[in-house]
């Protein structure tokens, strides 16, 4: 049944940070910049569950009877978690009693399976799970103590000989018709944190994002910043874990975040592509401003003849006018600044009919509107419209203390370390 909502009814606010459903990257909104802080917590990410439905909601997970005269089938009776288990059962014990998962192993990598088992009593059984076969030069036997009437997790660990098809085994009673049930299974390849050398961090609809192409994992972190997302409208993140040799080990879940424009059609966001920290927004005198596009032609005169022959292409990128609204000395030092700072973003409200773009500044002037000793003027800036500048090896370039700007402030890595308990909080997101 829908809520009716009295007219006049103050909505809460939408959040202002999100976790991906694993629990691999959060959003944070950076409100005051008109940003998002992007964390990855690599330890999640270093140790991904291979199982592709460990809980056996959607159904057996690829787990597979070993014989024909065995039963695999998702169940209800009896669950860890969830609404469903998987039921095994062996048809007849004197040739196979289990199920089995098969994956692609590499040499040398440290596999560890373990999940949840429900043995009713009376249930004849000698084993509980197995890892073993196909790549591994051995079978590993899990040998705890078997738990009746309640839930118990087994784990073992096996090593890949070489690469190639690994095997993990559950099993059923020792006798034909006795079932025992599983549940929340979990199949790492015992990856360290160590093992990541960084974060492609993504937008999800527009591609690799600065300062996370890569985002370099340190001390079991990664932390980007995306500072050009549209406003007025929900964006979402996702982040690729690489290893030194350069493969993908594992993609995180989506964090989506709402980010809202700004307040009034006649205010702009102007954002430094190098220091975001510079970033402003700007009440404009008109919510639109000029545009002008330059036209590429070239004209001769031919001999003999009346018409101007000609060549043309395609028109110059716009080049934008502002008339923006200074209130204080601070605020005019900080737009200079921002304007020598290089490349820009330029985002205007969603409402009006100009596209958030890349530009270089151009021509400046100022005049006052009102009187001197109110230090109030009238900004006119030009922007040229630009292609995006290039993501890829971009540093991390947050508000606050960015990282880059560490060996400013600090004089050795010991006052750097004594200064801070993370590298999150290095980069002054925490």
Do not use: C
Request: aromatic fraction near 12%.
């Amino acid at each position: 049944m829908p809520y009716v909502i009295a007219p006049g009814t103050q909505l809460p606010p939408p959040p202002t940070t999100n976790t991906s459903s694993d629990g691999t990257i959060t959003a944070t909104l950076d409100a005051a910049h008109s940003g998002v802080s992007l964390y990855i917590n690599v330890n999640e990410a270093a140790s991904p569950n291979i199982l592709p439905d460990p809980s056996f909601e959607s159904g057996t997970g690829r787990f597979a009877p070993r014989m024909d005269t065995d039963s695999v089938e998702r169940d209800s009776s009896r669950k860890h978690s969830g609404i469903y288990s998987l039921k095994v059962t062996p048809g007849d014990a004197t040739n196979s009693y289990e199920a089995r998962f098969s994956f692609d192993a590499v040499a040398g990598r440290t596999y560890t399976f373990s999940i949840w088992q429900y043995v009713p009593s009376g249930t004849d059984r000698n084993r509980n799970i197995a890892m073993g076969q196909g790549i591994f030069s051995e079978i590993h036997y899990n040998t705890d103590a078997v738990v009746f009437d309640d839930w118990q997790q087994v784990t073992v660990t096996n090593v890949a000989a070489t690469s190639g098809t690994g095997y993990v085994h559950i099993y059923g009673g020792d006798t034909g018709g006795q079932s025992v049930w599983f549940d929340d299974g979990r199949l790492t390849d015992g990856l360290a944190p160590s093992d990541i050398v960084g974060f492609n961090v993504y937008s999800e609809n527009r591609g690799l994002i600065y300062s996370g192409a890569p985002a370099t994992a340190v001390g079991g972190e990664a932390v980007a910043y995306d500072h050009f997302m549209p406003v007025g409208e929900t964006s979402a993140w996702y982040a690729e874990a690489i290893r030194a040799d350069g493969s993908v080990i594992y993609t995180t879940d989506i964090a989506a975040l709402f980010v809202p424009a700004q307040t009034n059609t006649t205010e702009v966001w102007i954002k430094s592509v190098g220091n975001p920290t510079l970033s402003m927004k700007l009440k404009a005198v008109n919510d639109m401003p000029s545009l002008s596009y330059g036209a590429r032609q070239s004209f001769s005169q031919v001999l003999g003849k009346s018409n101007t022959v000609g060549s043309y292409d395609v028109w110059d990128s716009p080049t934008t006018e502002w008339t923006l609204y200074i209130k204080t000395v601070e605020e005019r030092t900080q737009l200079v600044n921002l304007l020598q700072s290089g490349p820009l973003f330029i985002q205007p409200h969603p409402d009006i009919d100009v596209d958030d773009f890349y530009a270089l500044p151009g021509d400046f002037s100022r005049e006052y509107a009102g009187s001197s000793f109110q230090k109030d003027q009238l900004v006119t800036v030009s922007f040229t419209e630009i292609d995006q500048p290039a993501v890829e090896d971009t540093p991390l370039m947050t508000p606050g203390n960015s990282w880059q700007f560490v060996k400013d402030y600090y004089a050795t890595w010991d006052t750097v370390k004594t200064s801070f308990d993370s590298w999150k909080s290095v980069t002054g997101i925490e």
